[in-house]
Structure formats: C-alpha cells, structure tokens
C-alpha cells in the first residue's frame, strides 16, 4: 500500500545552524501533512500541518515546505537548539472512510544537535 | 481541553499471556482513535483505527484486536502474547483532517 517515507534516516547539526529534514509521500490523494517530534520514550507531539492547497506554511522557528509536483515535504527548523534533539516524522492523511481520515507515518529522522 | 490517557506506561507478559491495554480521551466527543505500534528505531505502524463507537478497521493482519465499547473508549487487546508483539503502542485521538494527540505510550515486552 502507499505509505509516507523519509529520505534520510539521521541528521547531524551544529547547534544554531538551520535543519532540513526531508520526506516524500506517495499518496496523490493525500490532502494533508503534519510534522511531528518524538522524543525518547514519548508520543509525538505536533509540530506543524499543511493543507494541500498551500505550498509554506510557517510557525514559531519551523517551516513546512509541501511540493505536490514531486511528492516532497520538508521541515525546515531555524537557528536549532538542543532541545529540537529527537526523532521527526512526517505524516499524512489518507481517506479512512466516510468523512474520516487515518494517519499514515514515515519512518521518521533522528535529528541530533551538537554543542 | 482534550486530554489522552493511556496505560500503563510498561508492561513485561509472558508470551502465550493475554494482553489488555485502555486508552481513554476526555474532553471532547466523537473522535477518531488509532491505535499504533512502534518497534525500537522505526516509524509508527497503524494497527486499528476507529470513527465511532463498534466501528474497528484494521490496518495489519496479527495477533491483535481493537475495541470501542464506549465512544470515548479504545481497547488493544490479544488473547496469547507472541515474542513479536513487543514493542512502543501508542493511542492517538483526532478530528476528521486534523492533527492527531498521541497518549504517552506503553512499552511493551514479552518474554
């Protein structure tokens, strides 16, 4: 079935410098994205969504990039710290029945920050 | 506000033991609830997903069931625990194309 995977499975960075972490879905008819952060032992959290009629949506430090033509998502965290230290996903919707949707995860990105 | 509950936080079964694990939200009515498994290194795995109450979809044919006797209630369960069933379950709960609430997680091992 089709599924939401990710380019790279860890990333290195400096701290302060910016972080891109890429994901490609597969799913046309996916209207929706979100991005979340999962720290050790934890449930992810929400980061940041976009609907497929946009192509940036930006938050508090984070941009979410959408290109529908080539199926790419990215995360963009500006300036980053120690604390953005985890695993990230992205994750999309598909129809799951009715007016309901379900939420299909890519395999997620380590991100590590360095002092 | 919405609130997710799930528990416990760990549990160590027996394999061939039976399993039962609750997830309750508050706050809101009519959600969506998923239930996902996350082996050690990897990415969520949907298991069950549930848009109201007695209605179960499954995801992945295994050694698993999903219940929702109430409509803000969502039950994991297995009759005989396999070694393979090991692993990071979480419960999330949403609105129709919104983003999901994930509960803390229960770690499961079977032994």
């Known amino acids: 079935g089709e599924s939401v995977g990710l380019h790279l499975p860890t990333l290195s960075v400096q701290e302060g410098d910016n972080s891109i972490i890429n994901c490609a879905y597969s799913n046309s008819a996916s209207d929706y994205f979100i991005w979340y952060k999962q720290e050790s032992g934890k449930g992810p959290q929400f980061i940041i969504d976009i609907r497929s009629n946009m192509d940036k949506r930006q938050g508090q430090r984070v941009t979410v990039l959408l290109n529908k033509t080539v199926k790419h998502l990215s995360l963009q965290i500006a300036a980053t710290q120690p604390g953005d230290s985890a695993v990230y996903f992205c994750?999309?919707?598909?129809?799951?029945?009715?007016?309901?949707?379900?939420?299909?995860f890519g395999k997620g990105t380590l991100l590590t920050v360095n002092p | 506000s919405q609130t997710i509950h799930q528990w416990p936080a760990t549990l160590v079964q027996p394999v061939g033991s039976p399993l039962s694990l609750e997830c309750t939200v508050e706050g809101t009515s009519n959600p969506n609830l998923y239930w996902y498994r996350q082996a050690a290194g990897r990415g969520l795995q949907l298991l069950f997903y549930s848009v109201g109450i007695g209605q179960i979809s499954s995801e992945v044919p295994q050694n698993l069931s999903a219940s929702r006797p109430q409509d803000r209630q969502f039950i994991l369960s297995s009759k005989k625990l396999l070694l393979s069933d090991s692993g990071f379950y979480l419960c999330?709960?949403?609105?129709?194309?919104?983003?999901?609430?994930f509960g803390q997680g229960t770690r499961l091992t079977v032994v």
């Open positions: 999330a709960w949403s609105r129709a194309r919104t983003e999901a609430f």
């Open positions: 994750a999309e919707t598909g129809r799951g029945g009715g007016s309901n949707y379900k939420l299909t």
